[in-house]
């Protein structure tokens, strides 16, 4: 066992030989948009990208599904199975099988295999003070998936952030290792802030994160201030508690935004400065201190 749950990584890492280990994962959950095609393909990218944060490739999955048999019709569950096959096709994974059950509540995910060579294993434990820290999605799928099931949401908003939710994880992955990156973790249920706290945590530095540079979904912030907020948010601040500390004059809907759950978020990364076109600079890397996070409005 190289990974296992210690460290609140994003999969467990098992080595079967010298040059080959396998990175496992599992992750499901209800429903965040209407549409079930894209419900598959966003419940699939989120799952495979655990994948991804290790540093390794996806090679197979499997299915997991709870469905509320004779209250729904099959072509919604044919719908969901479409989109997540179209998502795994994409990842260059291949779908094995799966398991289902009936439940009241419609649920679906992917238990994921991957390979990766431990020698270019990335753990979220591996910061190192003057490491420069990378976001590689916008914030904001909690708040703007609440103001989809309220109705509130414009559908050209809609689709572009289900294409964000979508999209793989993949070419990011692919950037952090050009980088030379010592570590890395998706963001998604704990928030950008709960995911970097663990980063931080496990890595003993503390991250100082520049809360203008952290990139938004665009109507983000226009949805906090109008109510759109989540639950999970607020979970997630009490998680943090005083790890954080906070500098400077914040806007508090800002700062809800990074609390707030990410599903199918980007990856955070850690790696030496760098130049990178592709990457979005949110912060950098200190050595420990009494927090292990610290934002700030400079």
Known sequence: MLVGFNN????????????????????????????????????????LSDVYA??????????????PEGEMPPEILSQILAGAGETINESGAVL??????????????????????????????GAQPGDVLYLTKPLGTGIVSTAIKRDACPANVTERVMKQMATLNRDAAEEALKLGAHAMTDITGFGF????????????????????????????LEFAKGGYLTGGAN??????????????????????????????GGLLIAAPEAKSADLVAVGNVTKSSDCALRVSSR
């Open 8 to 47: 609140a990584d994003d999969a467990g890492v098992f080595r079967i030989s010298e040059t080959q280990a396998l990175v496992q994962t599992v992750d499901f959950f209800t429903p965040i948009v209407d549409d079930p095609f894209w419900f598959g393909k966003i419940a699939a990218a989120n799952a």
């Open 54 to 67: 290790m540093g390794g490739t996806p090679v197979t999955a499997l299915s997991i599904v709870c469905f």
């Open 96 to 125: 094995v099988g799966g398991h289902s059950v009936k439940d009241k509540e419609l649920k679906y995910g992917l238990s994921v295999t991957g390979l990766v060579d431990p020698a270019k294993l990335i753990t979220n434990g």
């Open 193 to 220: 802030l709960g995911h970097a706290l663990e980063m931080a945590r496990a890595s003993n530095v503390t991250l100082e994160i520049d809360a203008n540079a952290v990139p938004l979904i665009p109507e983000a």
């Open 235 to 264: 979970d997630n601040q009490s998680y943090i508690g005083e790890a954080l500390k906070v500098d400077g004059d914040i806007d508090e809907n800002l700062l809800h935004i990074l609390f707030d759950p990410q599903t199918s």
